[in-house]
DNA sequence: TCCCCTCGACTTTTT
DNA sequence: GTCGAGGGGA
């Protein structure tokens, strides 16, 4: 197949000219150990191998101004061309629901590298997830015909920013080795701060404080820029306080939240700017996907990347000072106001970057004219927007309106539903091909219900994940503890998991003692085995936690780390422990333990493993089983199906109460986005749903249709005709599978689609990986098709043993809060041998005793 | 230390 | 209505 590349070896040639001014070799380290390795990578830093007559360049240049285009070009609309092509400068794209966004990106780079501007890792490309990401080197790949080893900084924000951190993590003030936190341990981390401070954790709640700490850090905030109002508003005004009290906590964990894998970089950056300029001098493109998504603190760490200074007066601009950067997004389809996203940062592109090229995109390839009409119209009802009209050139007459469909409740509709995906299913049409978009998640469950009952498969897209099932976050404490012995947040998980008789008390006192000294509870523990502090059993099970821990981090370097990984699960005795275990769970559990393990092996090293669970949090679905997808609105952005259920377009639910609530005019502009989002899903048809009764918190109440319902264009939308009366009972031609309700005395489970659900299920509610997925399983592949190896830079290991002297001297009076009064027979560091009054001679350590 | 019961929450969610 | 967390009692 030709695409072009055929003849642009642009991997292995080299470029052929002299170094020319502002060229030096960059000292920035080295792309990780692949790098090391292979030397090809290397050649790319600084050097630009944009102009000058080189072979790759001039052959690639005249490739583009041949009369024939690459083939990759071809096929692309004028706009999408112009886009493409646009290499110099900012550029701003506006790409509105299915205009060919991913196809613009992927070939704009594609090009970039077939004509020679840059080498692959020197093109930033950032995206929001990890789907994101992974199509998008997918579609590369294809496009120059091979996988896309060489494009390191192709990712989402954060594991950008981990990479940038891992290797400047020093300058942050932590170690390269640093952990990162999910939201589970931001909140126990922030409940025993708030503690610490004696702050009430009822009327302050941890989570709470998690979401604010985390909107600060969307917005680029640190504990000192923190408005005054904000940092009053919580914890009896200590707001301030609490935040730079986390901040410190992370650092002494060796831990980073997902803020601060965009902030730290930022704050690196700005503090050194001779840094920043050997990114510059890197990173040749920048390319931004769904940048009306981006938050202020993504916001500043690009326009901190992507910034160059302007040619002096008189001085042409040059591959040194022009901004290269390309965002494209849809202002429309803006639906992450609430976790920080900035419209306005897409609204403003030509005054942050002067001179931007705007390109829209408003020719559709994906719905029927009825659709986007229907889209459109609904839209156009919002203010502050920039703009666009999708249009097509389809104009078939065979193409369905927009249906508009009644029910009397959620059950009928869940029921309604389901009798129009079986009539579409026997008229050949694929599952996979249809959706269910739901506003909020609560609303899956009558569906899922439903599919049960029919046998109908389903699958349900973000719904729980495997890594928070209890036996994965245990054994991933291990395993961190293992590779980061400052985590104490996995120590404290697992010291006394499975149980060791190490309770509470034991705890706080590993606790303090760590605080006061500003050391790990690890090394603690190991200072505490060696004194009396703790009764002799407990001494036992710490010194055989410590001891175990220790050999493990011993084995860390020489061992496969999947057979460390199932050494460290025996010898702690966590799977004897469920293996005693009797409850139902068990078994599954231990299952999961066994896929955690196998999962593994995709990975280079425990720490790949590690860093690839706390960035990549969704696991892949099974394509291959054909399923209905049932998702929340949110999370089917970027996808399309041929038929879309929107059920739930009722007041209150849609647009939700809290959002108009909270958010105000704004607040409904978003939830009629997030409509938009829906609608512009559907390729052929879209059904919309609401119903008079929908049970809310547990009781019925009766509903209204959402006004969304009366902004659609009656030309394009149609009431569909209801094959049985409204709030009756189906009484419909077709489907076998409807008469539980007809036959009173027969239970669901004799119905033809329950015994179908039988025959092919393995699992009904969900599979090991905490997927839901309903009758036949909808297994992930995550350990044959799971993701690549991956690779940690930069390790480090620095150890903090600081011994401070002891303030004590010999023969002291001192009293201790257990043993009571005595006198210090010796000192030996930390630990004081001290004569008590009554409890005899005991080995105590300092930060228990005080002078007398 | 563990288990049971009560009480409260309850939009969307990536990383 | 359902689930999870936390408190209190055995």
Redesign the pocket.
Known sequence: MSNGFDDIPFFDEEPARAPGRGERRAAVPADGPADARDGRARQDQGAAPAQGPSGLAARAMAARDRDRAPDYLSGLNPEQRLAVETLDGPVLVLAGAGTGKTRVLTTRIAHIMATGRAYPSQILAVT??????REMKERIGVLVGGAVEGMPWLG????I??KLLRRHAELAGIRSDFTIL??DDVTRLI?QILQAESID??RW???QFA?LI?GWKNKGLTPADIPEGDARAFGNGKGRELYAAYQARLRTLNACD??D?LLHPIAIFRKHPDLLREYHGRFRYILVDEYQDTNTAQYMWLRLLAQRPSPAKGEPRTADNTVNICCVGDDDQS??G??GAEVDNILRFDKDFPGATVIKLERNYRSTAHILATAGHLIAHNEGRLGKTLFTDRHDPEDQKVQVHAAWDSEEEARAVGEEIEQLQRDKHLLNNMAIL??????M?EFEDRFVTLGLNYRVI?G??FYERMEIRDAMAYFRLVCQDADDLAFERIV?TP???????TIRLLHDYARARDIPMLAAAADIIETDEVKAKARKSLFDVVTMVRRWQGLLENTPHTELAEIILEESGYTDMWKVDKTAEAPGRLENLKELVRSMEAFESMRGFLEHV?????AEQNENLDAVNI?????AKGLEFETVFLPGWEEGLFP?Q??L???GRS?LE??RR?AYVGLTRAKRRCHLWFVSNR?I???WQSTIPSRFIEELPVDHVEVAEMEQSYGGYGRGGYGQSRFDKQEPFQNTYATPGWKRAQANKTDATRDNWGNRSGVAIDRIGYGESGPKARTIEGELTVRSTVETPSKFGIGDRVFHIKFGNGNIAGIEGNKLTIDFDRAGQKRVLDGFVEKV
């Open positions: 929001f997830t990890n789907k994101a990401a989402t924000f954060h594991s920013g981990v999910d939201t409940k954790d009822k709640p941890a989570k979401q985390d997902f803020g894998l639906i992450y609430w976790r739901v506003r909020a998640s609560f609303q469950r973000g729980p994940r006394n149980k060791r008789g190490l309770g509470d008390t706390s960035l990549v949090m969704d998702m929340t609105l949110h999370s939700h809290r959002s609530d909270e958010g607040g978003e939830e997030l049970r918190h547990g009781l």
